[in-house]
Nanobody, 128 residues
Framework: QPQLVESGGGSVNPGGSLTLSCTTS????????IGWFRQAPGKEREEVSC????????YYGDSVKGRFSISRENAKNTVYLQMNSLKFEDTAVYYC?????????????????????WGQGTQVTVSS
């Protein structure tokens, strides 16, 4: 059974950086698309970034484009989310998710938010 564990969250000042990790087990990571999503209190879950399994193509939500970067290291069963130039509005619980999408474009994968396996989330707080 696929398992995902997020780590790397914490508190950071505006303009700072954090790197989140999504460590996976129970499945072959190179066969799975991975997404990062976030949910702030009182708000709907929002897609942050996704990376495809087939060709490593990536997608970023408009609110993080140019500041965040997703990457995968299949040999380490880990997907990363590098977050730079953090803003107050980036404060949220961040989740990673996995599913076996192969032919679907990565933007559609992210927009659907329909992943079969989810982690429990890691809190990111941006405050001064």
């Amino acid at each position: 059974q696929p398992q995902l564990v997020e780590s790397g969250g914490g508190s950071v000042n505006p303009g700072g950086s954090l790197t989140l990790s999504c460590t996976t087990s129970g499945f072959l990571l190179d066969r799975y698309a991975i997404g990062w999503f976030r949910q702030a209190p009182g708000k709907e879950r929002e897609e942050v970034s996704c990376i495809s399994a087939r060709d490593g193509s990536t997608y970023y939500g408009d609110s993080v484009k140019g500041r965040f970067s997703i990457s995968r290291e299949n040999a380490k069963n880990t997907v990363y989310l590098q977050m730079n130039s953090l803003k107050f509005e980036d404060t949220a619980v961040y989740y990673c998710a996995a599913d076996t999408y192969w032919t679907m474009p990565v933007q559609e994968i992210c927009a659907m938010q329909s992943f079969s396996s989810w982690g429990q989330g890691t809190q990111v707080t941006v405050s001064s």
